[in-house]
Structure formats: structure tokens, C-alpha cells
């Protein structure tokens, strides 16, 4: 993937986030993507999730698999720790990293090929894991760099560019994260970065996997007539009742706290997600209630998208496992090494 | 050339085998692992090995007892006694005995006719009877059968009861109802023997002091503690024979040693553990778990087998190519596909050598025992490490999974890791521009970062064409300089991997090269064929790539045989391919049916070679 650096013109001055970075400091190299791609548009929104967060871009590890989607992080937060891996194996590395220094923020960037087919096994056992990362797919149906393939996300019904109507059932990710027992479900649409902004930003916030599947059509392959994933058709078809914010830990919170809190959730650091509009009878945190809704909508052909499921009750692999609070790649040599005295003495169990 | 030759097995006191035909999942391997354990308790150089069916209960099992003061305790094929346990292999266990030797079974049935055998000596002892009358439960009337038996060969084979206790003791220590049972059924054995044969036998066991300063252990336990030692806290594994128990004791050992008590915020005593065990969906994700966390800079590592392997190969690519440190535990099995889980091979050299797609070389060790697995599994993390790239510790059943006498495995406690060139970010500091793959030191290593540290030390991983500054790139010239480095880097490895051990004669013209758990069946065969009259030298290589010392071995002896166990001579296509010495200037000694191989095999082989 070549990388092009983007020339920095100095332009009227920049806001500056807590850190004193502008929205600059949080960008990559260049996009290689197709004028018009989806994914550009998830780019800018997890360059501006980043730098409205302030989290230093040095703390950031950005993950990724194979595909146009997993080109990205090359695009966006150029002083974080890139890692492009293999075909669908993201989960894995992001797991590995994440389970030796839980200190930083992983963000993985995946596709529909690299998460729902190839590396489909990869990301259950990381949802079932709670691995604490934000992980986001960026789905647009298609096999992009191979010029056009179905993939595993196409609806019944939906049409290649060329040949024949897909017969065989999607799998969502969505619905998928919730049978898993998922604890941060959300769908977006690449088109609005209004909304998927606050679901980056309440998906770092989130302790354990924060799973957005986003909706980000392919202009060259899959934008078409007949598409279920382009940008006539998700304008058309989106359902945007569930709408969050986030508000993070640092300001004010003038939310008011229904009675039963159901629309408020307070994030592990402390940070909250507001509901600032869910339908009647919606709880975010009934994961069947969630499941029906979604189903509902299906039905009629609607894409429901917003935060749709949160539970900040489980526990990720590092509290499982009751390592210590800070990276173990940090803890010294001499407090891993038993020893030649210990090494003496276990040998007796050895006689 | 015609040989002075003829080796004659003639039991003796401390010189002897017994093979134990059992049923498995019967109960019977911890009452032949008491008296391995019992004899090596009485100094004496042992041997037992567990040839074990994938099954868990209702198949054929056999272990094997080999006793030799001169601490030949390869596999011998040479049975003084049989104790025949499983009635339905009792035709080929019978068979099986040497002229002149015995055969315990169960005379609470009698044996049938057809069976006989004029040569060798038949103990009937009443096993079932003798349990039946004297245990009530069910599963106590079958197990202490096991016990009964031991008790019978305590007395035949002159071991000392007193050690036999005590061990019963150790073992049921927490059970005194279970001490007991097994006590008496060790005595009703043992009380049947002394009143029935003449005991001892020709051949049993007497003290020695020959392994007061050794341990018993088997090579995975001994890979978890080098693991243990090296300073491993993240690992991903998939459950798989035979190197389950690799991880099963990092596990335990982790538990044990890696456990720190902390006072939390409440003032309540809680702990914290140093360690970070994933149990993965497959092989593929182990790999990736380790890649991850030895990208971040911990000491990862995963322990698998000839088909894991076959699945991690994508990101083993990944991981020399993007120069990632990964550390993977192989106890090879019996291959290609399923292959024979419980059997032994050396037969993944080959693919571990050059695991993966494209131009790949990896680094190998090659352990020979238990106590080689606790050395070179440390060593595996700081080769790991200082080359940045993916090192395999070749085990293998054999080794893994049966107990061994080793000498006390020792630790130094001014070892420092070997953690290579690594970046901080005071040195980032220092620097105008950081470069991945750029700077490379006299052994062609470039430094790198790890996640977390300042902006500047960030860089983008790629297992897609990169040049040396770490940027995408598709130009010839550019790919090849990496790629270029890359070989050179896993040559000047070389001179790090555990060095070959050699002993040579006198003008010897024969050679003998070997490698892993070949080790003690080599060295018995070298002094058989010595004292025939054949003077050999012996190499046993113990890393990949090879020095150079290894062409010169093949070269320097007009006969140069290569043993391993495996089908196609994969030790010697990798000699021949590595370091130009001529394929036909060595002759392959093979053996790969599953069991562990015996000097015997060695020996016949070099014989007819030399001879014809």
C-alpha cells in the first residue's frame, strides 16, 4: 500500500484539544482508496474521535488485517503504533498486544471479508474474550482490491455489479455480537460522522470489545443499483432512533438521570453515554429487547444504526486473570525468575 | 570390509528391560512409573517409556523398564521380562521376550496352551483372585491388580520395598485410606512372589550411587520451567497431544511462582498475577497471541505440534518477515495429518525450518532430554530476541512426555536475558529519525520499538514489501535489500544456536550425526560398535542454521551416517541443502514407525552398510 505523505499546510490557526494537538497531529499519510470510498469518511471520524478524546497519539496501537478497509490505519494518527497483519488475524495480534501491555488503546480496523469470512473464528473468540478494543468493521459487502466479490455481509438479494443476485443469508455482525454475549454493539454509517464520532469516542471508553459495524460503501464496486450497501440506499433505509452521546469524564454533567437510568450508562473510567433519544420500551443494556429491534426493522428492510447495545459489567481478560494494573511487558526480569534457591528446591518434587 | 561382531544380550545384575503390556486407561501407569521411580531412587541409571495408544481407555499400552548401570537406557528391544497384563495382545507380548527370559501374567485364568513357549520361564501370579478376595469396591479389585504386580516385580527384580513405601506414602499423602490399599496389595504381590519363585531373578536390580545429583523429569515439564525461567508472561496455545502438557505446567508453575500478594485500596490482601495465559480457538490465533505480545515486549511463546505448526505457518511468515520475536515449543508427534498423536517423530525439520510461504528460514534448537528442554527454552527467548524473529524448540514425544534421569538442572543468578536491540525513548530522543529496518549492527539486526513508546520511535508494521526505512514499497531493489538482510541476519545466527557436541577417536573413518532424543540410542551404538572394532566419531547437532563444524564432520569420514526418526532424511536434506556438504557423502539411518529409537536399529544399520 503506498503511502504518500500529506503535505501540512499551515492554514488559519487550529483548535488545540487538551494536549495542545490540532486535529493535524491526528492525521496519517494520504489515502490510496478511491475518491469517494466509504472508508475515508471513517478515517476523519476516528481522527477527530481521537483528537476530541486528547488521547496522545503514542498511546494508540491501530490494528489491522487485509483488505482496502485494513489499509486505513496508515491514514489516520500518524504517531501511533501501526500493525497491518495478515488476512484476517487482527484479533489475534490485537489480543497478544492488549494481554502484554493493557496500557495502551487498540483500535483494530477490519472489513467484512477480513472479520466475517476469513477471520469470522478470530473475532467471536475476541468478543467472547472482551478483549478491551475498539473494534470496527468497516462493511461494504464487497471484495474490494480482488474487483468485486460478494462477501459474506451481502444481503439476499442484493447485486454484484456484475452477474447474479446473492441467495445466500448475511451474516450481521450485530446480531452475531449479541448470541456471543457482546458488550458494546453499535452501527454506523460512514456517511455520518455526526453519529459515529461519539460512538468512537464512548467505544474507548468502553471497558472490554466495543464492536461498530459501519456501513461504508464501496463508490467502485458496490454503490450501485441493487446494492444494500450504498449511499442511496442507506440514506434511504437508515433508522436512526437510537441516538447516544458521549460525554466524557473531564466535563460537566448536566444530563438528567431518568429514574430508572436506563438511558444513561455510566463507562468504566467514569465517563458516561447519554441516550439522547431511544424508542419507547428500548433498553440499551436488554440484550433480547435489542435483538428484537433490530430484527423489526430488518423485516421492513430498515438498517437501524446509533449505539445499540452496552453492558459495562463485564470483565476483560486482565481483570479474569488478575494481572497487575500496569503492562506486563513492564514487570523486571527479577520478579519473573524464580531463581537458582527455588529452582533447587522445587527439584525435589523431581527425586 | 567384514566385522568382529556379534553382540550377545545377556542379562545382568543393573542390565536388564521389562516391558509392561497393559490395557490402557486401567490404571497401570502410575504402578509401572512407581518402580521406575523406585529403581532410580536406588541410584541406578533407568529408563521408562510410555508407548501409548490415542485412546483413553480400552486400548493396547506398553511401557518399558530399561536399567543399565552404564546409563544405556535408550529404548531397548531386548525384554528379560514380560509382565502380560492384556490378555488380547498376549500372543505378539509373548513373542516379544528373549530367549531364556520370563513372563508375568495373571494366572487367575489359565493361560492357553497355544501360547506356550519352550524357552523362556512363566510366573503365574493369582492377580485377580488375590484382589478379589482381598478388596470390596469394584474399582479397588481392578486397580490394585496394577499394584499386585509391582509388588511381584519388587521382589523378582530385588528393589527395595522400603523405597516402595515411602514413595506409596509421598504419593497418598493426603489419602491414608488409599496409602493403605495400595500397601496391601503391594504385599499380597510381593508375599506371592517370595513363596512361589526363586526371587531374585538372574538379573534385578542393586544400589549404586549413580543418580544422587540427578531428578526425573519429563521434557515438557522441563520446557515449562525454562519458560518459567526465562521470563515468559504471555502465552496462546491450543490444547494438542503431545505438548498439552507444556502449558498445563507453565500453568502450575505460573500459579506458583508468578503470584503476588498486593494490599488493594481496602487494605484487603489480594493477589496479582505475572502472567497472562490465553487458551486460543486454534493454532493460528496461539501464533498471533504470541506475535502481539512479543511485538509489545513481553517473552511470549506457544506450544503445539506438527500440526499446529502447520496451521501457524502464515503468521510465522509474517513474523520473519515483519522481524517479530516468537518462541514455539514443538513436540513433534507422528506426522503427515492426524499421523499417530501418542507416537514419537523428528519428522517437522523440514517444515520448521522453512516454515511458510515465500523465501523463509527460521532458527532451530534441538533438545535431546529434559534438562536440554530447560537450557534451550531459554535460550530460544534470547535468540528470539536478539534476532527478532521466530525460533523453534524441536521436542518430541519421547522426550516430552516420559520421564528421564537427568542431572539437577542449575540456574544462574546473574543471568541477564538477552533482550536485543530495543529503543527507549531517551535513545529515540538522541536520534534525528527512527527507522525500522534501517542500521543494521554487525550481525544485520535493526533496532526496533515497541508500542507505547514516543511518536518519533512509531512505525508502521507490514507484511506487505517494505524497504529498509519501513515504508511500502514494490521496487525490485528495494525488496531484495531487506529480504537480502534477512538471510544474512538468520547466518549470523549461527554462531548463537546451541553449538554442535561432539566426541571424536583416533583415526576413526566412520561418523555418526545425529540430533534431539536420537542422543542416547547414538552413543550406546557408537561403544557397541567401537568395541566391535569400529572407531566412530559422534556429532549430535543441537541448532539450525549450522556452524560450519557440521560440513566439516560429513567431510572428515568416509562414512558419515546421518540417524533420525523420520521417513524422507530431513537432517540430512538440510545439511546438504545449508552447507554444501554432498548429499551422497552421507548415509541416512531412519527410523520412523513411532517408538523411540534403539541402539540395535543403529547398529545393524551401520554393520550391513559396512559390510556390504
Redesign the interface.
Known amino acids: 500500500?503506498?503511502?504518500i505523505t500529506k503535505p501540512l499546510i499551515p492554514l488559519a490557526p487550529l483548535a488545540k484539544n487538551e494536549l495542545g494537538l490540532t486535529i493535524r497531529d491526528y492525521e496519517g499519510a494520504m489515502s490510496t482508496l478511491c475518491a469517494g470510498c466509504g472508508h475515508d469518511s471513517v478515517t476523519a471520524a476516528i481522527t477527530h474521535a481521537f483528537w476530541e478524546l486528547s488521547t496522545p497519539?503514542?498511546?494508540i496501537?491501530k490494528l489491522s488485517g487485509i483488505g482496502c478497509s485494513s489499509k486505513t490505519?496508515?491514514y489516520f494518527v500518524?504517531?501511533?503504533?501501526?500493525?497491518?497483519?495478515?488476512h484476517g488475524?487482527m484479533?489475534?495480534?490485537?489480543?497478544?498486544?492488549?494481554?502484554?501491555?493493557r496500557?495502551?488503546t487498540y483500535l483494530g480496523i477490519s472489513g467484512d471479508g477480513d472479520s466475517l469470512s476469513i477471520g469470522l473464528?478470530?473475532m467471536?473468540?475476541a468478543i467472547r474474550?472482551n478483549v478491551k478494543m475498539v473494534y470496527v468493521i468497516e462493511n461494504n459487502g464487497v471484495y474490494g482490491l480482488t474487483k468485486g466479490q460478494l462477501s459474506a455481509s451481502a444481503d439476499i438479494g442484493s447485486r454484484p455489479k456484475k452477474g447474479e443476485a446473492n441467495v445466500i443469508a448475511p451474516i450481521d455482525p450485530i446480531m452475531l455480537g449479541l448470541s456471543l454475549g457482546a458488550t458494546f454493539l453499535a452501527r454506523s454509517f460512514s456517511g455520518d460522522k455526526e453519529q459515529l464520532i461519539p460512538i468512537l469516542k464512548a467505544a474507548v471508553a468502553h471497558n472490554g470489545l466495543a464492536l461498530i459495524d459501519v456501513i461504508s460503501p464501496c463508490v467502485t464496486f458496490n454503490d450501485h443499483e441493487g446494492s444494500t450497501k450504498s449511499y442511496r440506499f442507506m440514506r434511504e433505509h437508515e433508522v436512526k432512533e437510537v441516538v447516544a452521546d458521549f460525554v466524557p469524564l473531564r466535563r460537566e454533567i448536566h444530563a438528567s438521570i431518568p429514574a430508572d437510568g436506563t438511558r444513561v450508562v455510566p463507562m468504566h473510567d467514569g465517563s458516561i453515554v447519554r441516550f439522547r433519544s431511544v424508542p419507547e420500551d428500548y433498553d440499551p443494556r436488554d440484550r433480547s429487547r435489542v435483538e428484537e429491534y433490530i430484527r423489526e426493522h430488518q423485516a421492513r428492510g430498515e438498517v437501524v444504526t446509533g449505539l445499540l447495545y452496552v453492558d459495562e459489567s463485564g470483565q476483560t481478560?486482565?481483570q479474569m486473570?488478575?494481572?497487575?494494573a500496569t503492562?506486563?511487558?513492564k514487570?523486571a526480569?527479577s520478579?519473573?525468575?524464580?531463581?537458582?534457591a527455588?529452582?533447587?528446591a522445587?527439584?525435589e518434587d523431581?527425586? | 570390509m567384514s566385522l568382529d561382531f556379534a553382540p550377545t544380550h545377556a542379562p545382568a545384575v543393573n542390565d536388564f528391560s521389562v516391558k509392561l503390556a497393559n490395557v490402557n486407561g486401567t490404571g497401570s501407569a502410575s504402578a509401572n512409573s512407581l518402580l521406575m521411580q523406585a529403581i532410580f531412587?536406588m541410584g541406578v541409571p533407568v529408563s521408562g517409556k510410555n508407548l501409548f495408544p490415542s485412546n483413553i481407555q480400552g486400548l493396547p499400552t506398553w511401557y518399558e523398564i530399561r536399567v543399565n548401570a552404564l546409563g544405556h537406557t535408550a529404548r531397548s528391544l531386548d525384554y528379560d521380562l514380560m509382565v502380560a497384563m492384556n490378555s488380547a495382545t498376549y500372543r505378539e507380548d509373548i513373542a516379544d521376550v528373549v530367549q531364556g527370559g520370563y513372563v508375568l501374567y495373571d494366572s487367575s485364568w489359565p493361560l492357553d496352551p497355544d501360547l506356550a513357549r519352550e524357552d523362556v520361564t512363566f510366573l503365574g501370579v493369582p492377580l485377580a483372585t488375590m484382589c478379589i478376595e482381598n478388596f470390596v469396591a469394584p474399582r479397588e479389585r481392578i486397580l490394585m491388580k496394577n499394584i499386585a504386580y509391582a509388588g511381584s516385580l519388587v521382589a523378582l527384580l530385588g528393589i527395595d520395598a522400603d523405597i516402595v513405601s515411602q514413595l506409596l506414602a509421598e504419593t497418598f499423602s493426603r489419602n491414608e485410606h488409599l496409602r493403605e490399599s495400595n500397601q496391601k496389595a503391594l504385599q499380597l504381590g510381593y508375599d506371592y512372589a517370595i513363596a512361589n519363585f526363586s526371587c531374585p531373578l538372574p538379573f534385578s536390580v542393586a544400589p549404586m550411587d549413580a543418580t544422587s545429583e540427578s531428578?526425573?523429569?519429563d521434557g515438557n515439564t522441563a520446557a515449562a520451567?525454562g519458560c518459567?525461567?526465562?521470563?515468559?508472561?504471555?502465552t496462546?496455545w491450543y490444547p494438542i497431544t503431545p505438548a498439552t502438557a507444556v502449558m498445563d505446567n507453565f500453568q502450575r508453575l505460573c500459579q506458583k511462582?508468578?503470584r503476588?500478594a498486593v494490599v488493594d485500596e481496602n487494605g484487603e490482601t489480594?493477589?496479582?498475577?505475572?502472567?497472562?495465559?490465553?487458551q486460543?480457538?486454534?493454532e493460528?490465533?496461539?501464533?498471533?497471541?504470541?506475535?502481539?505480545?512479543?511485538?509489545?515486549?513481553?517473552r511470549?511463546f506457544t506450544s503445539t505440534s506438527g500440526p499446529g505448526i502447520s496451521l501457524m505457518n502464515?503468521?510465522l511468515g509474517?513474523a520473519y518477515y515483519t522481524e517479530i520475536p516468537a518462541v514455539v515449543i514443538d513436540v513433534q508427534r507422528t506426522g503427515p495429518s492426524t499421523g499417530m498423536p501418542t507416537r514419537t517423530q523428528q519428522a517437522d525439520i523440514l517444515l520448521c525450518a522453512y516454515a511458510s510461504h515465500g523465501d523463509t528460514k527460521h532458527i532451530l534448537v534441538f533438545p535431546a532430554n529434559p534438562a536440554e528442554c530447560f537450557e534451550m527454552a531459554v535460550t530460544c527467548f534470547d535468540l528470539a530476541e536478539r534476532f527478532q524473529t521466530p525460533v523453534f524448540m524441536l521436542s518430541d514425544l519421547d522426550i516430552g512426555m516420559n520421564d528421564w534421569v537427568v542431572p539437577?538442572?542449575?540456574?544462574?543468578?546473574n543471568?541477564?536475558?538477552d533482550r536485543g536491540r530495543v529503543l527507549s525513548d531517551v535513545d529515540l530522543a538522541g536520534m534525528k529519525e527512527f527507522f525500522r529496518y534501517a542500521h543494521e549492527d554487525a550481525e544485520h539486526v535493526s533496532a526496533r520499538?515497541?508500542?507505547?513508546?514516543?511518536?518519533k520511535?512509531?512505525?508502521?508494521?507490514?507484511?506487505?514489501g517494505h524497504d529498509q526505512f519501513g515504508?511500502?514499497t514494490e521496487k525490485p531493489e528495494e525488496y531484495q535489500q531487506v529480504v537480502d538482510r534477512l538471510k544474512l541476519k538468520h547466518a549470523a545466527s549461527a554462531a548463537h544456536v546451541p553449538a554442535p557436541l561432539v566426541e571424536s577417536r583416533e583415526d576413526a573413518r566412520v561418523g555418526l550425526l545425529t540430533l534431539g532424543s536420537c542422543d542416547l540410542a547414538v552413543r550406546e551404538a557408537r561403544d557397541l560398535l567401537v568395541a566391535a572394532g569400529v572407531a566412530c566419531d559422534f556429532m549430535r547437532v543441537r541448532g539450525f542454521p549450522f556452524v560450519e563444524d557440521v560440513r566439516a564432520f560429513v567431510e572428515g569420514h568416509d562414512h558419515c551416517f546421518v540417524i533420525e526418526q523420520n521417513r524422507d532424511g530431513q537432517l540430512r536434506t538440510l545439511i546438504a541443502a545449508e552447507t554444501g556438504a554432498p548429499r551422497e557423502a552421507m548415509t541416512s539411518i531412519l527410523a520412523y514407525g513411532g517408538f523411540p529409537l534403539s541402539a540395535r536399529t543403529v547398529v545393524d544399520a551401520v554393520t550391513e552398510h559396512l559390510e556390504g
Not at chain 2, 493460528?284 to 513481553?298: D, M, P
Not at chain 2, 520511535?457 to 506487505?464: H, T
Open positions: 500500500m503506498p503511502s497519539p503514542h498511546m496501537a490505519p496508515t500518524r504517531g501511533a503504533h501501526g500493525f497491518n497483519s495478515a488475524r484479533a489475534t495480534i490485537a489480543t497478544g498486544a492488549y494481554a502484554a501491555n496500557e495502551l473464528g478470530h467471536a473468540h474474550r481478560p486482565h486473570g488478575h494481572t497487575p503492562g506486563l511487558n514487570v526480569f520478579d519473573l525468575c524464580p531463581g537458582s527455588a529452582l533447587e522445587l527439584q523431581f527425586r | 531412587r531428578i526425573l523429569i520451567l518459567l525461567y526465562a521470563g515468559a508472561t504471555v496462546g511462582y508468578r503476588v489480594t493477589y496479582e498475577n505475572n502472567f497472562l495465559i490465553v486460543a480457538e486454534d493460528i490465533a496461539a501464533i498471533g497471541i504470541v506475535l502481539g505480545a512479543s511485538w509489545s515486549g513481553a511470549s502464515e503468521l509474517l539437577k538442572l542449575t540456574w544462574d543468578d543471568f541477564t536475558p520499538t515497541l508500542p507505547g513508546s514516543d511518536e520511535g512509531a512505525y508502521f508494521i507490514r507484511g506487505s515504508r511500502y
